[in-house]
């Protein structure tokens, strides 16, 4: 069967630029709070004209390096779980695999507006569920005035650790949490499965560490990017195979993302776990504004819409405006905070 060529965009000095400054800030987002930083690159690039299903391909490529540097400049301070991530990045293979088949039928079928479509309906969905939620457990951690030492574990998380389940306990040293493997495999499944689709897996992975495991947050955000670094290597030799990966795109965010990323693992080590939590939210809620509003674009152009060519232009414009808003909101936070802790002399914490 003869599939349909990618078009890649063609790259002028100013887009590069751009992809530098977009990159620097996913690398700064990416190791304060453990995600990739998918979650502004990939809607950052669809902005720019990349196809979603390239982008996501793109994206996890870029990915694998950069999680690899931050989990070991992460675990420099104590903060990951390799144990924990190596057991989650197993079923998280298999659930990356099965994504970007899923990715290249709907390409194959839909086009290129379909495979826009489903990345930002995708993003809509789990960027509001997800940010919603954690938005309201950092305001209620922050409202209870508790320490980080006394960061709560949920009724679930709790629950799940009292669960025993004979040959299959393991404990997680660094993480500080004793589980049956059977609760983390569909976690790591579900991780993989929604980086394939939309690059992004930390949505999951690290609120279900918090969450459903119990693990703290400084530790699920840095163990993520252990899983990170498997889903991304695996991602991109599936994407490779289609033909969906541009190599220029993935070179370019890394080159920036790089030094990012290294900034915000500095951030973490100032901030208490609520701060992370209010970072991820905020962001989170904002891009899936940013997603929201082309929405409708995509499904004019796969017919089911009739927007006026001033209507579409005009959603494009309001959703890049969100996207710069998403970006600066998550840069501005993190560089403040590790301001406010240089300048009063705090030490980083452990």
């Known amino acids: 069967m003869e599939h349909a060529a990618i078009e890649f965009i063609d790259l002028q000095y100013g887009d590069v630029l751009a992809l530098l400054a977009i990159g620097f800030v996913g690398g700064l987002v990416s190791g304060f709070i453990g995600s990739g930083g998918a979650f502004v690159l990939t809607p950052a690039m669809m902005s720019m004209g990349v196809p979603g299903v390239v982008a996501v391909a793109s994206n ?56 826009n479509l489903y990345v930002s309906l995708a993003f809509v969905v789990v960027l509001t569920i997800v940010g919603g939620f954690v938005l309201h ?11 980080d030492e006394q960061e709560r574990v949920s009724r679930l998380a709790r ?47 690290v609120p279900g560490m918090m969450y459903v495991l119990g693990a703290p947050g400084l530790i699920a955000t840095a163990t993520e990017l252990v899983i990170a670094f498997v889903m991304g290597f695996g991602g991109t030799i599936k994407y490779a195979l289609h033909g969906l990966v541009d190599i220029r795109l993935a070179l370019i965010l890394l080159a920036g993302s790089l030094f ?7 951030g973490t080590t100032y901030v208490k776990p609520f701060m992370i939590k209010v970072v991820m939210a905020a962001i989170m809620l904002i891009v899936a504004v940013s997603r929201g509003l082309v929405v409708p674009v995509y499904l004019t152009e796969l017919g089911r819409l009739d927007l006026a060519p001033r209507t579409m232009a005009w959603l494009h414009t309001a959703s890049f405006a969100f996207l710069v808003l998403a970006l600066c909101t998550g ?20």
């Open 60 to 115: 996890l490529c870029h990915k694998f390096p950069k999680a690899l540097v931050g989990a070991y400049q992460r675990n420099k301070f104590g903060h990951v779980d390799v144990k924990l991530g190596l057991v989650m990045a197993a079923s998280a293979a298999i659930g990356v695999w099965l994504g970007a088949d899923i990715q290249h039928q709907i390409k194959e079928n839909f086009g290129e507006p379909g495979s």
């Open 137 to 147: 457990d950092a305001v209620t951690v922050y409202r209870s005035g508790k320490s």
């Open 159 to 205: 629950w799940v650790q009292s669960v025993e389940i004979p040959g299959t306990m393991m404990h997680f040293r660094t993480a500080n949490v004793r589980v049956s493997v059977l609760f983390t495999l569909p976690l790591g499944f579900a991780t993989g499965l929604l980086a394939s689709i939309i690059a992004v897996g930390g949505f999951i992975g």
């Open 260 to 266: 990012g990323i290294q900034l915000g693992v500095i």
């Open 331 to 350: 840069g501005i936070i993190i560089l403040a905070s590790m301001l406010r802790g240089h300048r009063a002399g705090a030490m980083p914490l452990k």
